[in-house]
């Protein structure tokens, strides 16, 4: 059965609506702040939980659709990145077992490899494999997230990606300690402990993060056979364990009219990769050493600033071949028994701003960059890769605000350039780079957004502009040994458009601070890079010469008195095959689904709070297979989550059931989700010294 959808005449019709009942409300333009060097603060509050905040508009982009998720209160209990971002519009989290194992974000229906994830500023998505694990994110070192969909502000001069997710981490300005214990389902065992303290002039702050589960939770297996539901069978996943250790730590000094700040994380983890859920791989581990430093000097009025960051990633993938495996057991398929990755990175940044004459803001910024990526195969009998990528990106906008009809235009422009040098073989055979003549990509890319208020009550924006993504590694010599190699890759580029409005109020009869969203998006893509299934079942990263998402977003938040707190948003997405080939144009673009629902209710006290949480999918076409359309199923999930205040020593204490309804379900390609599972949390936070620094629940 089809699942429902919202066409587009109703959804629109909706915006309509809300655009003429729209003077009800009261907006305030957002006001700019200073942070961390690499991003700025934003306003207004929207919904406050006791856990998150999230808020609709960004002073980084004045013209743009943002989402901005405070995060720093959600150490408290049991959470992932990946489950913050998959309750924002218009985003997906793809998951790819339970909550420590392989998630990615998409971004208005694009592609994983198409989203920038940035951590402090710094790029995550490399030369090498621009997908970014999300499990590799420790939550409780964040401080907020920073989403702008479909562009990319001047501030991050180097983007590569349609659209960015910068990820600011916690920082303290004073003495504080906090600390908390969570166990749940599937021995799961979380601990953190953080604090900060003044230091010569500075001060020194740091966040632990120790995370472990067994991940064996039990599902449904279908054995392959979606459409035979008789040889179902009940089953546990298997070396599906994950630990983890995350260590931030972060020094602030003033330096007369600004600031430096100097950060070091280290991540480590080591998790078995059991595959599907229809035949897993009892002995493939991953293991992972990943370490980012990084030199950040601002001034205080946040105008001028450069970066230095150094980043190193050492990664060991084991997939033992089934014929030196216990008998029932299975590997993932890789052409190798072991591979060491090695990827190094060096990046230089800097960034200015000054008003002009006649209401202008001029904002200006340059990265440069150079990356390499070693694989070698210990077990084989066949040398490994070595390709190496320079690049170097300016960004150059202009803000110009006209007072006297409160209407703001943005002109941007972007140049990036790569330069790659290449040295690669797949299974021991040497790949012909001479296929791609040119090692060198790059673009030009224009964006002008424009905003009005024309009323307190109302803003309105709309945006256009162009984007490109080069070739992975990874994409273009099959550096994982998975992908058949394509060195003839070209890169994939898209045109982005959007139009929507922000409306707000002080109140609407019983309804408090009324907050409605309505976005339209329409985005067009050039040499699409997607992976198909070669004849020998080995995926190859492919251009498709033409596509076409479009869509709407909806979110809206409002409070019922001073207790209830709602939030909501829907996302509705229609991708379209433009290809050249007769076969395919016209057709529904794979992976894609096309409804997106969250909604959260909060019922707070001074002593406890209950939150309810509820998430949907519609179904995923998938592929075309023996003249049979294959799709995967929705879904709909309900979490629910009680904090109490344990007296007035700074104790709180969180539980949370996940899954209530015990949905069983595949995110994607037979990967299994947990059912029902229950997680409780102890947290401390010494409450003195953090009201003293602003920062009490």
């Known amino acids: 059965m089809t699942e429902p959808r919202l066409g587009f005449s109703a959804a629109r019709a909706l915006i309509a609506a809300v655009l003429i009942s729209a003077p009800t409300f009261a907006f305030g333009r957002p006001a700019a702040a200073t942070d961390n060097g690499e991003s700025v603060d934003v306003r207004p509050e929207i919904i406050v939980s006791g856990e998150l905040t999230t808020e609709y508009e960004s002073s980084v982009d004045a013209t743009g659709f943002t989402t901005v998720i405070r995060a720093g209160e959600a150490w408290r209990g049991y959470r992932t990145v990946g489950e913050l971002l998959g309750r924002s519009v218009g985003l997906r989290v793809t998951n790819f077992g339970g909550p420590e194992d392989l998630s990615t974000v998409s971004v208005r229906g694009s592609g994983p490899a198409q989203v920038r994830i940035l951590l402090d500023g710094v790029a995550l998505t490399r030369a090498g494999n621009a997908v970014v694990n999300l499990a590799d994110i420790p939550l409780d070192a964040v401080d907020r997230i920073e ?10 001069a180097s983007s590569g990606a349609s659209s960015v997710i910068n990820i600011v981490t916690r920082q303290v300005e004073g003495p504080t300690l906090s600390s908390s214990a969570s166990f749940g389902s599937f021995t799961t065992v979380k601990g953190t402990l953080s604090g900060g303290s003044p230091l010569t002039g500075g001060t020194l702050s740091g966040v632990l993060t120790v995370r472990h589960t067994d991940g064996d939770f039990e599902y449904i297996d279908d054995r392959g056979t979606p ?8 089953t546990k996943r298997k070396n599906n364990d994950s630990s983890s250790v995350d260590a931030l730590a972060r020094y602030v000094v003033p330096l007369g009219n600004s600031r430096l700040t100097v950060t070091n994380d280290v991540f480590y983890k080591d998790r078995g990769t059991p595959g599907n859920g229809v035949s897993q791989a009892l002995d493939a581990r991953v293991r992972g050493l990943r370490n980012i430093f990084a030199a950040d000097w601002t001034s205080e009025d946040d105008r001028y600033g450069a970066a230095f960051d150094f980043s190193y990633l050492d990664e060991i993938v084991e997939d033992p071949s089934s014929a030196d495996t216990q008998e029932g057991n299975t590997s993932l398929g890789l052409p190798y028994d072991e591979a060491h990755n090695t990827t190094s990175a060096l990046g230089i940044r800097g960034r200015a701003a000054r008003p002009l004459p006649f209401g202008q803001y001029l904002e200006a910024s340059i990265a440069g960059g150079f990356e390499r990526f070693l694989g070698s195969y210990p077990k084989n009998p066949f040398s490994g890769n070595d390709e190496s990528r320079f690049n170097l990106a300016v960004a150059v906008g202009d803000d110009i ?35 791609r003549p040119d090692n060198y990509d790059g673009a030009t890319n224009p964006r002008l957004g424009l905003r009005w208020d024309p009323v307190p009550a109302l803003t309105l924006k709309g945006n256009l502009g162009t984007w490109f993504r080069p070739p992975t590694f990874r994409e273009l010599f099959g550096t994982d040994g998975f992908t058949a190699p394509n060195p003839t890759l070209e890169p994939e580029s898209g ?18 601070s009324p907050v409605l969203e309505g976005v339209y998006f329409d985005n067009d ?7 198909v299934t070669t004849g020998g079942n080995i995926p190859v990263a492919t251009n498709f010469s033409r596509a076409r998402i479009r869509g709407v977003e909806l979110r809206a938040a409002f409070e019922i008195g001073p207790f209830l707190s709602v939030e909501g948003n829907y996302t509705h997405q229609d991708g379209e095959n433009r290809s050249r080939v007769v076969e395919l144009r016209g057709r529904e673009l794979p992976n894609l689904p096309s409804d997106v629902a969250f909604a959260r209710l909060l019922f707070s006290q001074p002593s406890f709070s209950v939150a309810y949480e509820f998430d949907y999918q519609s179904d995923v076409f998938l592929d075309d297979t023996e003249n049979r359309e294959r799709r995967q199923p929705g879904y709909g999930t309900h ?15 969180k539980f949370q059931a996940m899954n209530l309804t015990d949905e069983q379900y595949f995110d994607r390609w037979q990967f299994p989700q947990p059912g029902r599972a229950f997680y409780a949390t102890l947290s401390y936070e010494n409450r003195d010294v953090a009201a003293s620094n602003g920062d009490a629940t």
């Open 227 to 234: 459409l035979n539901p008789d040889d179902d069978v009940e």
């Open 495 to 512: 045109f982005n458009r959007d139009v929507g409005f922000i409306a707000r109020g002080a109140r609407l009869g019983p309804i408090r």
């Open 147 to 156: 989403i702008h969909r479909g562009y990319t502000p001047v501030r991050f």
């Open 639 to 653: 979490n629910l989550e009680l904090l109490f205040a344990l007296g007035g020593g700074g104790f709180l204490f």
């Open 401 to 435: 605000y006209i007072d006297r009809w409160n209407f703001t235009a943005t002109l941007q422009v972007r140049h990036e350039s790569l330069w790659n040098r290449f040295n690669s073989t797949f299974a021991g055979i040497p790949v012909p780079t001479d296929e």
């Open 525 to 531: 893509l050039e040499d699409l890079i997607l992976l």
